[in-house]
């Protein structure tokens, strides 16, 4: 048996559907069965689904509040009042920052941009940047990402005279601020078709709205935000990323240009993990170990030295940044071990002095990945006595609505359910973490902290072929709530499994099912060659691809989960180094068992000694429990009466079978009775015969050994056929007839010549399939039952 990692959640489609679409749009019944059950389960849906960027964007004037907005903007351009974009430190706000920036210059406003420094002001509009905009001449401020929870910040432009026009995608609270204008697709009475735009989504329908066209000209920065901030690549984002992929394939933005060669990646090769895992961190990370201002700078520059330069120092940003956050979760988890173990903590707070409040989110989604808790990791500044934290959560703790209930406590708070920002006293830390906590034990069971996989779909091998696959790239691009699919591929037979990599860390298999087979590669995954038995059957979990080699084409599966549903035979037979390989084995499940106590002296056990069950009887083997344990068989059973009575009621999940014996009797000659026989008939005739002179001779004339001999005579002592003294051998007169049975060495002999053959000689198979007939009784007698 092996466990698998995670849950497996399998959705099954409702196959009426799944034919109706794969016959209407001639696809392969796979790619139906993905998109109905990710909801598009009619043929329209799919079609619009597949064929996205024959979509159309929606009238950004359906955005309320949309008509006052654009009529306020053009009326500061018209009369060149100073505008000023207010943006966020993030990717998303980056991008948004740049999409307004850029079309409001497009119109000639008189028009420049904040964002604030995370360290000195922290998240959002504040009052300090306000005031300073005032003293500038700023008569229109517009917020980019950001403001749904500004409140007193909208109060004060309206004290000092500015217009404040609010453009954000954040959960909204229960109040709103007092603003010129808010465009919010969340937005309280919004009728908006799609809900779910990233900031930058947010933006570029103002841009839309005031160009009067859709500007395919920003598409490339839009795309940017709207990956990176994780935001469901559905509807209108998902015509966002599409498009905007192709965008960034022909960008002609220098900027961008020089951010690419720096991720090291062909342009015309980039897709959403480009975007996601490489330019979107680089852009983050200028905001979290200083100001954002280099990366806007960078996505509107038109010199190209300037370009480079500044691609440079971002991507030195982001190297630093990466040392930082291993050092930082290093540290975060040696504090979670010692002060605040999960066993004991439904969610997880922790909080240092010093700590960088510009990676803290990343940190927190370390945790997460680690201990599998909703995590808030809070940086101290003992001099104002507050905590800065960010916060990333697990399916079912919404942390939106949890920390809602903390509001007395969170004077600074928004996000979404998975994930939120906060400032909060330091006094108030402790409280929290109770808080979340007793809510967190009301919400979650202990199967919750355990880490759920969604599995798009079961199929077989044979449902896998490079066509069906070409298909599924029709549902990029992929992210969140149009994930990568996975495919569930259930007991399949290993044709081939071995390690590979420069560290031997990776695992290359190639596994087969009613004749079909797939090269399937682990990366991270070489430990499960010793997990997996020969002639296992494995159910999978993984990413179906496309391997091109030498321009040869052929399917692919990227392995992300393994299980083994049945018990497992491994063969450690021979084994030299046994001391290490025992060590190897998980301590909570191995049972090492002896049956002579010999073998405990025989074999190099060192500290392991203390460890072994030694079972001398039929009663003992009763008593020990062996279910969901890896069994270590050390030894050979004095019979295999004892090996079903230990395996009794249930196999273990793992059976070892090294069965170490000093002597070997299955090479020794077995006599049988026809050899017998030919002895007594030649000490008939030559009794008495002089075994210790003698008797290596008649061994050779006969082809047997010594030993042959010497034990055929001690089963002649033992039934009263001979006598022995000095070594000659004598013929009894008139002994009675009995056979040879009743001789305790015969039956011994023949005991363990059984034994050898069925523990130590057979093959792995014929082992197995010993082991597996106990099984078969076992479910035979618990049938009855």
């Known amino acids: 048996m092996l466990t698998s990692k995670t849950r497996w959640a399998v959705q099954s489609p409702d196959m009426e559907k799944v034919n109706k679409i794969a016959e209407a749009l001639n696809i392969a019944p796979l790619v139906a069965a993905l998109l109905v059950n990710r909801g598009v389960d009619t043929v329209e849906a799919a079609e619009a689904f597949l064929y996205v960027e024959k979509q159309s964007f929606y009238d950004p004037f359906l955005l309320d509040g949309m008509d006052g907005a654009v009529e306020r903007i053009r009326q500061a351009i018209a009369a060149q009042e100073k505008i000023l974009v207010f943006g966020d430190y993030d990717a998303d706000g980056v991008s948004s920052t740049t999409v307004m920036v850029s079309a409001l210059r497009?119109?000639?406003?008189?028009?420049?941009?904040?964002?604030?420094?995370?360290?000195?002001?922290?998240?959002?509009?504040?009052?300090?940047?306000?005031?300073?905009?005032?003293?500038?001449?700023f008569s229109l401020i517009i917020t980019v990402d950001t403001g749904i929870a500004a409140l007193n910040e909208a109060k004060l432009a309206k004290q000092l005279g500015m217009d404040l026009i609010i453009t954000d995608h954040h959960e909204p609270g229960p109040i709103l601020p007092e603003a010129y204008a808010i465009i919010h697709p969340k937005k309280p009475g919004s009728t908006y078709p799609f809900k779910e735009l990233a900031g930058v989504g947010v933006a570029f329908k103002v841009a839309h709205a005031l160009l009067g066209k859709v500007p395919h000209h920003l598409l490339d920065v839009a795309v940017i935000g709207t990956i990176a901030d994780l935001v469901p690549l559905l509807g209108e984002n998902r015509l966002i990323a599409s498009l905007g992929i192709r965008s960034l394939q022909t960008t002609k933005r220098v900027g961008l240009k020089a951010l690419i060669k720096q991720c090291g990646v062909s342009i015309d090769q980039l897709n959403e993990d480009t975007v996601g895992f490489m330019l979107g961190p680089r852009i983050n990370a200028a905001g979290r170990l200083g100001t954002a201002d280099p990366a806007v700078h960078l996505l509107m520059t038109e010199d190209e030295e300037e370009a480079e330069m500044l691609a440079e120092e971002i991507d030195a940003l982001n190297k630093e940044r990466q040392q930082l956050v291993n050092e930082m979760a290093e540290e975060a988890i040696k504090i979670v071990e010692s002060n605040y173990p999960p066993k004991d903590n439904a969610v997880l707070v922790v909080a240092k002095e010093g700590w960088n409040p510009?990676?803290?989110?990343?940190?927190?989604?370390?945790?997460?990945?680690?201990?599998?808790?909703?995590?808030?990791?809070?940086?101290?500044?003992?001099?104002?006595?507050?905590?800065?934290?960010?916060?990333?959560?697990?399916?079912?703790?919404?942390?939106?609505?949890?920390?809602?209930?903390?509001?007395?406590?969170?004077?600074?708070?928004?996000?979404?359910?998975?994930?939120?920002?906060?400032?909060?006293?330091?006094?108030?830390?402790?409280?929290?973490?109770?808080?979340?906590?007793l809510l967190a034990s009301e919400l979650l069971t202990e199967e919750d902290f355990t880490p759920i996989t969604q599995v798009d779909i079961k199929c077989s091998l044979a449902d896998i072929s490079l066509k069906t696959i070409e298909q599924l790239q029709m549902l990029a691009p992929f992210g969140m709530e149009n994930p990568k699919p996975k495919v569930l591929i259930e007991d399949v037979s290993i044709q081939m499994l071995r390690r590979v990599g420069a560290d031997q860390s990776h695992l290359k298999a190639v596994f087969e099912q009613d004749g079909a087979t797939i090269d399937s590669i682990g990366f991270g995954y070489g430990y499960l060659q010793e997990e997996i038995a020969p002639h296992s059957k494995v159910s999978i979990v993984g990413e179906l691809s496309i391997n091109e080699w030498n321009n040869f084409r052929k399917p692919q599966l990227f392995i992300h989960d393994v299980s083994v549903k049945e018990w497992q035979l491994f063969d450690i037979r021979g084994m030299r180094?046994?001391?290490?390989?025992?060590?190897?084995?998980?301590?909570?499940?191995?049972?090492?068992?002896?049956?002579?106590?010999?073998?405990?002296?025989?074999?190099?056990?060192?500290?392991?000694?203390?460890?072994?069950?030694?079972?001398?009887?039929?009663?003992?083997?009763?008593?020990?429990?062996?279910?969901?344990?890896?069994?270590?068989?050390?030894?050979?059973?004095?019979?295999?009466?004892?090996?079903?009575?230990?395996?009794?009621?249930?196999?273990?999940?793992?059976?070892?079978?090294?069965?170490?014996?000093?002597?070997?009797?299955?090479?020794?000659?077995?006599?049988?009775?026809?050899?017998?026989?030919?002895?007594?008939?030649?000490?008939?005739?030559?009794?008495?015969?002089?075994?210790?002179?003698?008797?290596?001779?008649?061994?050779?004339?006969?082809?047997?050994?010594?030993?042959?001999?010497?034990?055929?005579?001690?089963?002649?002592?033992?039934?009263?056929?001979?006598?022995?003294?000095?070594?000659?051998?004598?013929?009894?007169?008139?002994?009675?007839?009995?056979?040879?049975?009743?001789?305790?060495?015969?039956?011994?002999?023949?005991?363990?010549?059984?034994?050898?053959?069925?523990?130590?000689?057979?093959?792995?198979?014929?082992?197995?399939?010993w082991f597996d007939e106990i099984k078969g009784s076992l479910n035979y007698e618990e049938a009855k039952i």
């Open 577 to 769: 180094h046994v001391h290490p390989f025992l060590l190897s084995l998980p301590k909570e499940k191995r049972t090492l068992i002896a049956f002579h106590q010999e073998t405990m002296e025989a074999l190099p056990l060192h500290e392991l000694k203390q460890e072994v069950c030694y079972i001398d009887s039929l009663e003992n083997a009763k008593k020990v429990e062996l279910k969901n344990k890896y069994v270590v068989l050390l030894d050979l059973p004095p019979s295999s009466e004892m090996i079903k009575v230990l395996l009794t009621p249930s196999l273990p999940e793992r059976i070892y079978a090294l069965f170490y014996q000093r002597e070997n009797h299955f090479f020794s000659t077995m006599p049988t009775r026809d050899h017998f026989k030919w002895l007594y008939l030649f000490l008939m005739k030559r009794s008495p015969f002089d075994l210790a002179r003698y008797g290596d001779d008649l061994a050779r004339s006969r082809g047997w050994t010594k030993e042959t001999i010497h034990f055929m005579v001690k089963v002649f002592l033992e039934l009263g056929f001979v006598t022995m003294e000095n070594g000659i051998v004598t013929l009894t007169n008139n002994p009675n007839k009995r056979d040879l049975t009743e001789s305790p060495t015969y039956c011994f002999k023949q005991a363990q010549f059984e034994l050898e053959n069925i523990f130590l000689y057979s093959s792995y198979q014929q082992l197995k399939r």
């Open 358 to 437: 510009g990676i803290i989110g990343i940190v927190a989604s370390r945790l997460v990945e680690v201990f599998y808790r909703p995590t808030i990791v809070l940086s101290i500044d003992k001099e104002k006595g507050l905590a800065k934290g960010s916060a990333r959560s697990i399916p079912g703790f919404d942390l939106f609505a949890n920390l809602s209930t903390c509001r007395d406590i969170l004077p600074h708070f928004g996000g979404h359910p998975m994930a939120a920002g906060m400032t909060l006293s330091t006094e108030h830390i402790d409280e929290l973490r109770t808080r979340l906590n």
């Open 106 to 137: 497009e119109l000639g406003a008189c028009v420049d941009f904040y964002i604030p420094n995370r360290f000195t002001e922290g998240y959002g509009p504040n009052e300090k940047a306000f005031r300073w905009a005032k003293e500038s001449g």
